[in-house]
């Protein structure tokens, strides 16, 4: 018995004719598929099939043998699948993440970095808050991030870029007028920073309040740049964010740059020294491509 047998006759156990299954799904010609059918029956033992004018019936025998046919079809269908997956080695996953709103500057960036290994792996893409990857990262959830350098994590960091803060402000605020916002302007004004969680930028934003002169309490502090985006929007206040923030802004937000010289915030990729990927190793070796493309563009 050979599997070809098993084939015509499912074939024409769900046709329900010779003439059908050998025309339109085996491709065979009848004489042929009907001597087939007859030697399945003789090694079985039993009539498999009943002929009469209207096609093909099964016979109980061949109920019974059709359920067995289609699983032994199956099985040799995942063997054949088993057996190709096995003489292909499985492809590394290497996962980057990114804090949300970078991907859309770094992401391009990255797999440029990446480009001699893509076809060897596959990567993962996901976006978060900075304290959030950082936890990803010391799980082994992620490989790399782009991101802060988050305190408190057993994390190593490379700074890749520094990113200026801005200003952001409602789309009809009266400062939407300047060209560049001068600090001093926040007084009066509802004021968005950081939260302790954000401790990057509360941290550099406090700094820069300090340097200054300027006393004024944050009225509101946010964990992230989204929150910052609707409280502005709600509060009709003003926000210090990155500069990535441009890449999220909706229509009833915009932003200005700071007059002077503005405070700037690390972008860095975060790692942790105890990932042995290969793929990590090589994408940490090539971080000076990333650092480049900043200083040109």
């Known amino acids: 018995m050979e599997l070809r047998h098993l084939r015509y006759f499912i074939g024409v156990a769900e046709e329900g004719s010779l003439t059908t299954a050998a025309e339109h799904r085996l491709h065979v010609s009848q004489p042929a598929l009907s001597r087939q059918i007859r030697d399945l029956e003789y090694q079985v033992g039993v009539e498999l099939l009943t002929r009469s004018i209207h096609g093909v019936e099964l016979t109980a025998a061949g109920k019974i043998f059709l359920d067995h046919a289609r699983l032994a079809l199956a099985q040799v269908a995942a063997g054949v699948e088993g057996a190709r997956r096995a003489a292909q080695p499985a492809k590394k996953t ?3 993440g990114f804090q949300t709103g970078h991907e859309m500057n770094w992401l391009p960036r990255a797999m440029h970095v990446l480009r001699d290994e893509l076809k060897n792996i596959d990567v993962t893409v996901s976006s978060d808050y900075s304290p959030d990857l950082a936890e990803a990262l010391v799980r082994g959830r992620l490989d790399v991030a782009f991101m802060r350098a ?5 994390l190593d ?3 890749v870029d520094h990113e200026p803060l ?3 402000m409602p789309s009809d605020h009266r400062l939407t007028t300047r060209e560049a916002i001068d600090p001093h302007e926040f007084v009066g004004e509802i004021f968005i920073g950081g939260s302790n969680k954000a401790g990057v930028l509360h941290a550099v934003t406090v700094e820069y309040l300090h340097r200054s002169g300027i006393d004024i309490k944050f009225d509101h502090g946010v964990d ?3 929150m910052a985006i609707s409280l502005v929007a709600s509060t009709r206040g003003l926000a210090l964010m990155p500069t990535y923030a441009r890449n999220l802004l ?3 937000v915009v932003s200005r740059p700071l007059k002077g010289e503005a405070p700037t915030i690390d972008v860095a990729v975060g790692y942790s020294r105890a990932n042995r990927s290969p793929t990590l190793e090589l994408f ?3 971080l000076g491509e990333l650092r480049e493309w900043v200083e040109k563009r």
């Open 94 to 96: 290497f996962a980057i």
């Open 166 to 168: 801005i200003v952001l």
């Open 150 to 154: 988050e305190p408190g994590f057993e």
């Open 250 to 252: 909706p229509w009833s």
């Open 224 to 226: 992230n740049l989204t």
């Open 157 to 159: 960091y490379e700074v």
């Open 284 to 286: 940490l070796s090539r």
